[in-house]
């Protein structure tokens, strides 16, 4: 007969206790599964994979002819405003415009076109108003010449360089070199009211306008003119020495 503090060893009571055991070990084990679940789930909530409600646009471009056709179709107008822009600063804005520009910009103007007539004024001199009013008529006639003037004030390097002492003074260019002027009336009349075709046949004669170049083309009356240098003299200018000018080459005839 057992004694009654002695342990049970009865198999009821192992099986009882292989139960306990047992319970435990799968409730840890269904712990672990949430676990890795809940660790899966928010993997892939992470990934860059696209969610059901995005779009992925690498995916979408891929292979689609209304894409292709509407990209050509971008390209094809971007290629047209180039074109444009192109053919804009080929024309040359200056054209048939007689415009005011600044010291800065005096060198690239004058060096990059064939023929620049040149006024240096001053504001508050009637005849520089004057001859404004002629070579501005001549600007819109002869668009092959670039008409353009400057303040002699604001430009004093220039006035210096260039030797102009009495305005108003055109000064002549042929490819960026100063080779005639026309200081003063003294070349168109001595009057103020001279009329525009006696500055015309003066810049004729220069060279620094053609016939050829007129707008809309040459008459039937239009005579054109060898380009011979400038018969009258400078009008008391000084001659500026870029490059040879009219003066030392007629200096050279007369001696002949």
């Known amino acids: 007969m057992a004694g009654t503090g002695g342990a049970d060893d009865s198999p009821a009571t192992f ?93 690239p103007e004058v060096t990059g076109t064939q023929h620049v007539a040149c006024h240096f004024f001053h504001k508050d001199f009637p005849r520089c108003k004057i001859l404004d009013m002629h070579l501005k008529a001549l600007s819109a006639k002869y668009t092959g010449t670039k008409f353009i003037k400057i303040d002699a004030v604001k430009c004093p390097f220039f006035v210096t360089k260039l030797k102009v002492k009495v305005l108003p003074c055109l000064i002549l260019f042929r490819d960026g070199v100063a080779f005639d002027r026309i200081v003063g009336f003294q070349e168109l009349g001595h009057a103020d009211d001279f009329p525009t075709n006696v500055l015309e046949a003066r810049l004729l004669r220069a060279g620094v306008i053609s016939a050829k170049c007129k707008s809309g083309g040459k008459g039937d009356n239009d005579s054109e003119e060898e380009d011979n240098g400038v018969e009258a003299g400078y009008g008391g200018g000084t001659s500026v020495r870029f490059g040879s000018s009219n003066r030392d080459r007629e200096a050279d005839s007369d001696s002949d």
Do not use: N
């Open 15 to 107: 099986q009882k206790l292989s139960q306990l055991a047992f319970g435990t070990v799968m409730a840890a084990a269904a712990r672990d599964y949430k676990k890795e679940l809940e660790a899966t789930q928010r993997q892939a909530s992470q990934s860059g994979g696209p969610k059901e409600d995005e779009v992925d646009l690498d995916e979408l471009d891929k292979d689609d002819p209304e894409l292709d056709r509407i990209q050509a179709k971008r390209l094809e107008a971007l290629k047209r405003e180039e074109a444009a822009r192109h053919a804009a600063k080929e024309h040359q804005g200056w054209q048939g415009e007689y415009r005011e520009i600044v010291e800065v910009d005096f060198l």
